[in-house]
């Protein structure tokens, strides 16, 4: 799987009467066996403000994640990557929704977060990142 781009932004109100603006959106384009397809997670805003919960070793709510030359990588951006990592069968998939804290937690269970910034940096220099196994961004069991 090409990695061709990655980012997460917040929904904006299309109307008066709608609720986006408790929304925020992460998503990963990629191509894979030949075809272009983008990842929709469509989650909580909320969670922003809780991602320290998700994410182990975090000691508080730190955004952005990390910095690549000017650029800050917040949590928005690494839902959508973390949940294609934690199931592949995701790339068949065009969207998901997530309610809870629980779900999400779950995607982050295991992560290796410091192993993500990998794929920024091959974006950011070479415009993308081969991933070939999704197991390189779990962390590996202590013995």
Same mark, same amino acid.
């Given at each position: 799987?090409?990695?061709?781009?990655?980012?997460?932004?917040e929904l904006e109100k299309?109307?008066?009467?709608?609720?986006?603006?408790?929304?925020?959106?992460?998503?990963?384009? &990629? *191509?894979? @066996?030949? $075809? /272009?397809?983008? !990842?929709?997670? +469509?989650?909580?805003?909320?969670?922003?403000?809780?991602?320290?919960?998700f994410i182990p070793n975090?000691?508080?709510?730190?955004?952005?994640? &990390? *910095?690549? @030359?000017? $650029? /800050?990588?917040? !949590?928005?951006? +690494?839902?959508?990557?973390?949940?294609?990592?934690?199931?592949?069968?995701?790339?068949?998939?065009?969207?998901?929704?997530?309610?809870?804290?629980? *779900?999400?937690?779950?995607?982050?269970?295991g992560i290796n977060i410091?192993?993500?910034?990998?794929?920024?940096?091959?974006?950011?220099?070479?415009?993308?990142?081969?991933?070939?196994?999704?197991?390189?961004?779990?962390?590996?069991?202590?013995?």
């Amino acid at each position: 799987m090409r990695i061709t781009e990655i980012k997460g932004y917040e929904l904006e109100k299309a109307q008066s009467n709608t609720s986006e603006d408790f929304f925020n959106r992460s998503e990963v384009t &990629f *191509e894979d @066996e030949g $075809e /272009q397809r983008t !990842f929709h997670v +469509l989650y909580i805003r909320y969670f922003d403000e809780t991602f320290a919960e998700f994410i182990p070793n975090m000691q508080q709510n730190e955004n952005p994640i &990390f *910095e690549l @030359e000017n $650029e /800050q990588i917040s !949590f928005k951006d +690494l839902v959508a990557i973390t949940c294609l990592i934690k199931n592949p069968s995701f790339r068949q998939r065009k969207r998901i929704y997530i309610n809870t804290k629980e *779900e999400l937690a779950g995607y982050f269970e295991g992560i290796n977060i410091s192993k993500l910034k990998e794929i920024f940096e091959s974006l950011k220099r070479k415009g993308e990142y081969n991933l070939t196994s999704p197991l390189h961004f779990l962390k590996q069991p202590t013995i």
